[in-house]
């Protein structure tokens, strides 16, 4: 099964935190974590610093959850091939119609800037959605597996190249779409104890055992005092650990 570097969520409030952070965690060549750029700094600053990320040798996953009309999220996701990036994000709630007009799009400026196809991957339900939400804000019966199953589906038939979902709804997911289905996962927590806005949350190694293609972690590593050590420390727990195929 392929099995990612972890993902770091540069979730930062301004570009000197997130350059010291990219010049922290570009020490080990060796074992570099893929980095996550999402909504606040990609609009606070741009590509701009997709591309200081990458000058440091990282692998990007901009995750912007594009949702809009087919023709719009085709035209941006157009754009967003031209970064040179390793991973983007749709949300699977759009469609798909809407997701294959974003896959053409990217396949279209990736091709035309001389890149690499990034990995296109669909949110299904965020890892802060439960099922008093699911059932009273977003009107949707059923269970939230129900609900996330049904988008990783949809994701698999429009050709995207897996999901992004808690681990513990990766068993279901594997049970609807074909073998080579990425399935990434976020609400990562070494310390169950704390979940902070999550909540469907797993340890490092439970992801692992879950089948996990890669983990998208945050504030466990940027806001640990140190943050190299944190991450080498989850870095073992999810690939070289006992149970880590």
């Known amino acids: ?4 570097e972890p993902i770091v969520a540069i979730d930062v409030p301004d570009k000197r935190k997130a350059v010291q952070l990219f010049d922290r965690l570009s020490n080990d060549t060796d074992h570099m974590p893929i980095i996550k750029i999402g909504m606040e700094l990609f609009y ?7 591309k200081q990320a ?16 087919p023709n719009t999220v085709e035209r941006a996701m157009a754009q967003v091939g031209r970064l040179g990036v390793a991973f983007v994000t749709v949300h699977a709630a759009g469609g798909s119609e809407m997701m294959k007009a974003g896959l053409r799009g990217l396949k279209q400026g990736a091709a035309e ?4 196809v990034p990995k ?11 099922e008093e939400i699911l ?3 977003q009107k949707i019966n059923g269970s939230v597996m129900e ?3 049904n988008y990783a589906r949809l994701a698999d038939e429009s050709g995207l190249a897996g999901v992004v979902c808690s681990a513990k709804e990766i068993s279901a997911i594997r049970e609807v779409t074909n073998p080579d289905f990425l399935c990434i996962t976020p609400g990562i927590r070494p310390d169950l104890n704390t979940h902070d806005d999550q909540k469907r949350v797993v340890t490092p190694k439970q992801a692992a055992e879950m089948g ?3 983990i998208v972690v945050g504030r466990p590593i940027t806001q640990s005092d140190d943050p190299v050590a944190a991450y080498k420390e989850i870095r073992h727990e999810f690939l070289e650990g006992e149970n880590a195929d």
Do not use: Y
């Open 147 to 149: 609900s996330v199953q």
């Open 135 to 137: 059932h009273n804000e």
């Open 1 to 4: 099964m392929e099995r990612f």
């Open 113 to 116: 800037a001389r890149n690499s």
């Open 212 to 214: 996990s293609n890669g």
């Open 44 to 50: 606070a600053f741009g590509p701009g610093i997709i």
């Open 54 to 69: 990458k000058e440091r040798g990282f692998r990007i996953f901009l995750d912007l959850k594009a949702h809009d009309i």
């Open 120 to 130: 296109m991957l669909a949110i299904t339900q965020l890892t802060s959605i439960d």
